[in-house]
């Protein structure tokens, strides 16, 4: 029989309402409040070895000693699973059931489950590393939702395939997927267009993602005295392509060294960018990434100095989380390098 | 107007000492084929190869896909402007080779060309796996420029599928389609009470090797302009993009332009499809406001309803699809965008380059970067070291056992953005 801890506030720990919410956490063996309902759901498949209850108030103002003590608590039962909640859609409660789950599963490599109003803070926080159930915003949805977490901590217990958001009633986690579908794209979109004119229901297959605004930095006061660096997602690399950069969806970036030189040129240079017509850049990768240009501006002193290495990557089919990250290493790595600004170019 | 489809369904293509159609077999002279190929002083030397579906063949890298067509009746020829003269296709009968394609390959032209595998796990990803293919594998003469060796490769494919058709020449065939399409002002009387559906037929001609041709014109330039469904079924858009190779709108996907096949089956029915809209996506944000202005100038004067706008490849042709979406609803004209998407292998990053709030309704064909290992086939036509270049693929692609660990963008087809396939997203 696989083995859960369970954790719970004051309240559903059955210890007591707000007086109590400074309790530090308390262990205590087998199944409390909802943990019964729950337990006659995983019937002789699991049981719910212990259940750990700790104060809200507690949990939040003292979350890191808090989650040390619950975990050093839950440690020795070796469970297969950590539940916690249902916590509805109060707040306090719904972080720390977020927050224990999440810390769980990285510590013991365990499935967890918690389940939440889709608007509590903990669900916001907490989606994408932890199945969050859809509950109703309070607890009079408990009779609802108890056979429904039964029924998916089975289910993930098990290694069973977990099926999409809408069939399991969990909250997505951000994850798109693909799947073969039965009609081809373009009779959905006619179904999806007919559907519109008429004013009919229909759903979009991709909402609009809301993308990050990053405003400029303000401007560099003295460009005469600045060193300035280049960054290209261009795919612009020594020839050979020593770090193997990809021709689409890189997933690294390469430094390369230009002290010396005044050109970039097609016997020393090339581009390994998968999205544009090489032709060009070949013959003089400075139309990609203008060395050419910088120098002479460095000469007639227009800036201070050209950083003596540039920064390389290729930006096709290239995903935000990647270029996010590239991005964050080289800002880093100029800040180090003392640049002040850096002159950005594609292809 | 009115064209009818002769439908010719391929069971096998074989070698033989004399080209020939008879019971379902294609049967192909190889010395004959490529004397006529051979025509073009750029090829030094072409081959042929056969793929069948389900055979445990890889076929690597392909630079584009196109069905075998060849006019049995009406004006001009196949391909205009390629094979035909330049004269208006679109209306008589044209014979099709159902189940069968050509895949050019040979020397690699450039990053952006794919593979089709015909058996498992990549032959999920493309409708080509279940066709029988003729690939031929075209080598260039010494020093050839890129741009000239792209349009060689080019022609020599079209060339290629226009003397398979021809075969079939006054054949029965297996079945037939008619489709007929009216003038504006006919259709607009005749289905007064239907919502009057434009399709906008976004091609990328941004020259660079990213370009498509409507009746032998590079149409990198044009101001967004109007062509029959009908010209479109018989070859007068062509590809000669190396865009990449999971959503460029190869050949046959103009051919056979799912879209239009669609409209035109639910014309007169519960829509009327006026006809298609042909804007291009430049590499300029000045030419991609102009297009979709205009695009947007001429479904207004068309009196569209709603229409349905596809891309081809991503990333900076997301401005002309989102600028399209924006401005043709702000005239009142309802869209459907259809569309892939770059989400990283785990599909947790935004999947678009650019968006507008109005595209409230968007059919996706699949996430381009998720990450497959394809296993090793018995035989490769062409030369699998290409993988390591090409987009999807990368400098340790090819496993130690033979298979290849790709995104599907380097599969051909694979998230085609006219909806050919049959694949979306879900959010998990």
Do not use: W
């Amino acid at each position: 029989m696989k083995k859960i801890v369970h954790y719970l506030n004051q309240f559903y720990g059955q210890l007591g309402g707000e007086e109590k919410a400074d309790l530090k956490p308390i262990l205590k063996e087998g199944p409390v409040g909802p943990g019964m309902a729950l337990a006659e759901v995983l019937g002789q498949e699991a049981a719910i070895a212990a259940t750990v209850i700790c104060g809200d108030n507690y949990f939040a103002d003292h979350q890191d000693e808090a989650l040390a003590e619950i975990l050093d608590m839950i440690a020795p039962y070796e469970p297969d699973m950590v539940i916690a909640g249902p916590g509805f859609n109060a707040g306090r409660y719904g972080l720390a059931c977020g927050a224990v789950c999440s810390a769980a599963k990285e510590k013991f490599h365990i499935p967890v489950l918690t389940a939440l109003y889709p608007e509590n803070p903990g669900a916001e926080m907490y989606h994408k590393p932890v199945y969050i159930l859809k509950t109703a915003i309070s607890a009079t949805g408990m009779r609802k939702i108890i056979p429904v977490m039964g029924k998916f901590a089975l289910k993930l217990l098990k290694g069973e395939e977990v099926g999409f958001p809408e069939e399991e009633g969990y909250i997505p986690q951000g994850y798109r997927v693909n799947v073969h579908t039965v009609q081809n794209g373009a009779e959905r979109g006619v179904d999806m267009l007919v559907k519109k004119l008429r004013g009919e229901h229909f759903v979009t297959e991709l909402p609009m993602p809301v993308f990050d605004r990053v405003p400029p930095a303000p401007p560099v006061k003295d460009l005469t005295k600045a060193k300035i660096a280049m960054v290209t997602s261009g795919g612009i690399v020594p020839k050979g392509n020593p770090d193997h950069i990809e021709s689409a969806n890189a997933s690294r970036y390469g430094i390369y060294d230009i002290t010396g030189l005044d050109d970039l040129t097609g016997d020393a240079f090339m581009t390994v960018h998968g999205g544009y017509d090489p032709v060009y850049a070949t013959e003089d990768p400075d139309r990609v990434l203008p060395l050419d240009a910088m120098r002479q501006i460095e000469k007639e002193g227009g800036i201070g100095e050209l950083y003596n290495y540039y920064y390389a990557t290729v930006g096709n089919t290239t995903a935000v989380s990647s270029a996010k990250k590239f991005a964050t290493e080289i800002a880093q790595d100029m800040l180090r390098k003392g640049i002040q600004a850096a002159i950005l170019t594609s292809n | 107007m009115k064209l009818t489809l002769n439908k010719f369904y391929v069971k096998d293509i074989q070698f033989a000492q004399k080209s020939a159609f008879a019971d379902g077999i294609l049967y192909v002279d190889k010395k004959e084929l490529a004397e006529y190929l051979m025509e073009d002083p750029n090829i030094q030397s072409v081959d042929f190869d056969i793929a069948r579906p389900g055979e445990s063949v890889r076929i690597i890298p392909i630079k584009d896909v196109i069905q075998p067509r060849y006019k049995q009746s009406g004006t001009g020829q196949i391909f205009p402007g390629f094979v035909g003269d330049v004269e208006t296709v679109g209306n008589g009968q044209t014979n099709v080779l159902e189940d069968c394609c050509v895949a050019t390959s040979g020397k690699i032209v450039a990053f952006q060309e794919g593979i089709i595998d015909m058996c498992g796990l990549g032959a999920t990803y493309n409708s080509f796996s279940k066709m029988n293919i003729l690939v031929p594998l075209i080598y260039p003469v010494e020093g050839l420029d890129k741009h000239t060796h792209e349009a060689t490769v080019r022609v020599a494919g079209l060339k290629t599928a226009a003397y398979m058709a021809k075969q079939t020449l006054n054949q029965n065939p297996d079945a037939s389609e008619t489709y007929e399409h009216e003038s504006i002002l006919e259709m607009g009387a005749k289905y007064k009470d239907l919502p009057k559906v434009v399709y906008v037929d976004m091609v990328q001609c941004q020259g660079l090797m990213h370009d498509t041709y409507v009746y032998g014109l590079n149409v990198k330039g044009i101001l967004s302009t109007m062509i029959g469904p009908l010209e479109v079924l018989d070859g007068a858009i062509i590809s000669g993009n190396c865009a990449a190779p999971g959503h460029k709108n190869a050949t046959i996907h103009h051919e056979c332009n799912p879209v239009i096949m669609e409209l035109l089956k639910r014309h007169g029915k519960d829509l009327c499809f006026v006809g298609v809209l042909l804007n291009n996506e430049s590499a300029m944000l000045t030419e991609k406001k102009r297009a979709a202005y205009y695009t947007s100038n001429l479904s207004q004067l068309l009196g569209a309803d709603g229409m349905i706008i596809t891309e081809e490849g991503g990333g900076n042709p997301e401005t002309d699809l989102m600028l399209n979406c924006r401005f043709h609803e702000k005239k009142g004209i309802k869209t459907v965008l259809i569309t892939d998407e770059y989400c990283g292998r785990d599909g947790a990053s935004q999947g678009l380059a650019d968006v507008t709030p109005e595209a409230d309704a968007v059919v996706t064909n699949g996430n381009g970067n998720q990450f497959v290992v394809l296993p090793k086939m018995d035989r490769v036509i062409g030369d699998v070291e290409t993988v390591k270049i090409i987009t999807g693929g990368n400098a340790n692609s090819i496993g130690q056992d033979g298979s290849l660990s790709v995104e599907i963008a380097a599969i051909m087809g694979s998230c085609c953005e006219m909806g050919y396939e049959h694949m979306t997203t879900r959010l998990r």
